[in-house]
Nanobody, 124 residues
Framework: QVQLVESGGGLVQAGGSLRLSCAASGRTFSGFAMGWFRQAPGKERESVAAISWGRTSTFYADSVKGRFTISRDNVKNTVYLQMNSLKPEDTAVYYC?????????????????WGQGTQVTVSS
């Protein structure tokens, strides 16, 4: 199995920054697109950002454009989410996921591998 482990979450004040990491182990994820999702209590899981294997294609939710940046280091099998200018509405559990689809997707059911999540709490 491919194993994904998120880290870097925590408590931060509004306007602050956090950098999330997702480290992959086990089966190689060469060729996989990667995505970040988040889920707040009582809310549906939503796509935050996604990036292709070759880093030439990215997606950002409208709510985070200009504030979040997704990147990946394929040698280290690690995906990152740099989050700046955080807002209280960004509070959620953040998950990384991997998909074998050739084109970026924002649909959770099209992702095959998931991490356990890391909590991000933004205080006002």
């Amino acid at each position: 199995q491919v194993q994904l482990v998120e880290s870097g979450g925590g408590l931060v004040q509004a306007g602050g920054s956090l950098r999330l990491s997702c480290a992959a182990s086990g089966r190689t994820f060469s060729g996989f697109a990667m995505g970040w999702f988040r889920q707040a209590p009582g809310k549906e899981r939503e796509s935050v950002a996604a990036i292709s294997w070759g880093r030439t294609s990215t997606f950002y939710a409208d709510s985070v454009k200009g504030r979040f940046t997704i990147s990946r280091d394929n040698v280290k099998n690690t995906v990152y989410l740099q989050m700046n200018s955080l807002k209280p509405e960004d509070t959620a559990v953040y998950y990384c996921a991997a998909t074998t689809t050739v084109v970026l997707t924002t649909k959770p059911d099209e992702y095959d591998y998931w991490g356990q999540g890391t909590q991000v709490t933004v205080s006002s």
